[in-house]
């Protein structure tokens, strides 16, 4: 049974620290790993993501500041996110793509930054 298991989210104050993990199992041929948010009222949107290969790419409002690093012998993706904003204020989702196609999404984190 595939499970995508996410941690690591909470309650910050702006400019503090946290660090996403989410660890995959039963997926056959993982290829991408990444992080998507949405917050209230927002569609899902890309934050960052990594492939097999390590190549990385992130969106342009947290370049600079969050980090996607990947332990493939553990199939787990972490998201390091410093200097966090109110508005990076959303349910922060994993995501894996698999080679044949298939793709896979975790059940969310909240993460809240207050001002």
């Known amino acids: 049974q595939v499970q995508l298991v996410e941690s690591g989210g909470g309650l910050v104050q702006a400019g503090g620290s946290l660090r996403l993990s989410c660890a995959a199992s039963?997926?056959?041929?993982?290829?991408?790993m990444g992080w998507y948010r949405q917050a209230p009222g927002k569609q899902r949107e890309l934050v960052a993501r990594?492939?097999?290969?390590?190549?990385?790419n992130y969106a342009d409002f947290v370049k600079g500041r969050f980090a996607i690093s990947r332990d493939n012998a553990k199939n787990t993706v972490y998201l390091q996110m410093n200097s966090l904003k109110p508005e990076d204020t959303a349910v922060y989702y994993c995501?894996?793509?698999?080679?044949?196609?298939?793709?896979?999404w975790g059940q969310g984190t909240q993460v809240t930054v207050s001002a």
């Open positions: 995501h894996v793509d698999a080679f044949f196609g298939s793709n896979y």
């Open positions: 039963s997926i056959f041929r993982i290829n991408a």
């Open positions: 990594v492939t097999l290969d390590g190549s990385t």
